[in-house]
């Protein structure tokens, strides 16, 4: 399983574009890089899967660089709802029973 | 459009009782998890079961049964809590074995006194 390692935490202001890293350098080449945000007192809640290049839906971007050791999270405009911790997984989605969640980070928007 | 539902959200227990955490989903998935979050931990991984009538063991399975009941129910079982198993507990799902991500419940917080 590729081990992940992110930011324990950041702080922006509403309106910011915010890019949330994470380190992968030991993804192997059938793991998928998978996104969740999590608030206080509820479960996480997918935004965002990728496998290379980049991805983007309503909600975020995911720019996945050539050599697929890194990653970067990409919250357009960020508002003061937008403050949650953000987790990076890596692993092999159509075998991995155990996909692992890290510390994530912890994202504070400031007004 | 329920989801992930646990019962309870909330439960205090004595050291040494024994109590079930309920989990059913509504989106026909075949997989489901249970996961533990401590403050600053993060999640870690119980118990999951791919598929209807299997089981495996995660990250921290110690202390703890589960029972995939059918598609749709998937409990976890502490058969003698001890304070080292207050958390919340999460419950989730996924189509196959996190395809197109998880999609979890609102948690039961357990406190074991």
């Known amino acids: 399983l590729a081990k992940t390692t992110q930011p324990i935490s950041m702080d922006s202001y509403e309106g910011q574009e915010v890019n949330i890293t994470c380190s992968h350098n030991?993804?192997?080449?059938?793991?998928?890089i998978t996104w969740y945000q999590q608030f206080p007192s509820q479960g996480p809640r997918f935004i965002i899967q990728?496998?290379?290049t980049k991805v983007t839906n309503e909600v975020a971007s995911l720019f996945i660089p050539a050599d697929r050791k890194s990653s970067t999270l990409s919250l357009p405009r960020v508002s003061l709802s937008d403050t949650a911790v953000y987790y990076c997984?890596?692993?092999?989605?159509?075998?991995?029973?155990?996909?692992?969640f890290g510390k994530g980070t912890r994202l504070h928007i400031l007004p | 459009n329920a989801g992930v539902t646990q019962t309870p959200k909330f439960q205090v227990l004595k050291t040494g009782q024994s109590m079930t955490l309920q989990c059913a989903q509504d989106?026909?998935?075949?997989?489901m998890y249970w996961y533990r979050q401590d403050p600053g931990m993060g999640l870690r991984l119980i118990y999951y079961?791919?598929?209807?009538?299997?089981?495996d063991k995660g990250e921290v399975p110690n202390g703890y049964n589960v029972s995939r009941l059918n598609k749709r129910e998937f409990s976890l079982r502490l058969e003698s809590a001890a304070p080292s198993q207050t958390s919340v507990y999460f419950c989730?799902?996924?189509?196959?074995?996190?395809?197109?991500?998880?999609?979890f419940g609102s948690g039961t917080r357990l406190t074991v006194v």
């Open positions: 989730a799902s996924s189509e196959e074995t996190g395809i197109y991500g998880y999609t």
């Open positions: 030991n993804i192997a080449t059938n793991d998928y």
């Open positions: 997984l890596v692993g092999d989605i159509k075998r991995d029973d155990k996909i692992i």
């Open positions: 990728g496998y290379k």
């Open positions: 079961s791919a598929s209807e009538g299997t089981t």
């Open positions: 989106m026909n998935h075949n997989s």
